[in-house]
């Protein structure tokens, strides 16, 4: 997978309620690749041979508020990752709404920024397994976790609602460090094994450590939006 493309066009009619999607490419040739609807200066860098870094990010200026352009309907992200290449993926999803619909991309670590927009996130199976560290601001968002994966997740939460929703089959626990002022609701059957102040602690199934499966959930930071862990 050594092919990487990456078009840039004035904005047009588009029709989508996600201004920013990623999905997996169906050409296992191609590593990369992004179309993007746009007003202002895209940077797009590549960096690497046999190992590749790829950026890609709109700039802003000090005079960018003198050509701001507010509506969103004319601006379109579409973006493809490879479904042959492990990826390490830093997203940064601005205010926009986002669909992150990662199935079939080797993820080796999945780190991403959400701001006021609302997002949804399908995470990948692995067999090797992979740390995600999310942040969310005032938008809602839906995380999916994998089948079949052992994944480590960091939660860093602000006022939006956060759905959280877990695979069948896999031990869960959670690593609950701030407590904050919205409200937690966990799975039903967890095991208290350690508790701290103002309702930090840690919770998990029975079993957990011998699992084939585990999922590890730490609550570094809750803000005053509900967080949902079904």
């Not at 041979?49 to 507010?70: F, G, N, P, Y």
Request: glycine share 12%; hydrophobic share 35%.
């Amino acid at each position: 997978a050594d092919s990487i493309g990456a078009t840039f066009v004035e904005p047009a009619d588009v029709t989508s309620d996600a201004p920013v999607t990623v999905t997996a490419l169906g050409d296992e040739s191609t590593l990369f690749n992004a179309v993007i609807t746009h007003t202002g200066t895209i940077r797009y860098d590549v960096i690497g041979d046999a190992e590749k870094k790829i950026s890609l990010s709109k700039v802003t200026t000090s005079d960018s508020w003198l050509d701001c352009d507010l509506s969103f309907e004319k601006r379109k992200w579409d973006i493809g990752l490879s479904t042959q290449a492990p990826a390490e993926l830093l997203f940064d999803g601005g205010s926009g709404a986002v669909e992150l619909d990662l199935a079939g991309i080797p993820l080796s670590e999945f780190n991403a920024t959400f701001g006021s927009g609302a997002s949804t996130v399908v995470l990948p199976e692995s067999a090797e397994g992979y740390s995600v560290s999310v942040e969310t601001g005032s938008g809602a968002m839906s995380l999916t976790l994998p089948e079949g994966t052992d994944v480590e997740l960091s939660l860093d939460t602000g006022s939006g609602a956060v759905n959280v929703h877990l695979p069948e089959g896999a031990a869960l626990r959670i690593e609950v460090m701030d407590d904050g002022s919205g409200s937690l609701n966990l799975p039903t059957g967890l095991i208290n094994v350690s508790s701290g102040t103002s309702g930090t602690g840690t919770w998990q199934e029975s079993g957990f450590e011998d699992a084939e499966f585990q999922v590890t959930i730490r609550i570094i930071n809750r803000g005053s939006g509900s967080l949902n862990i079904r």
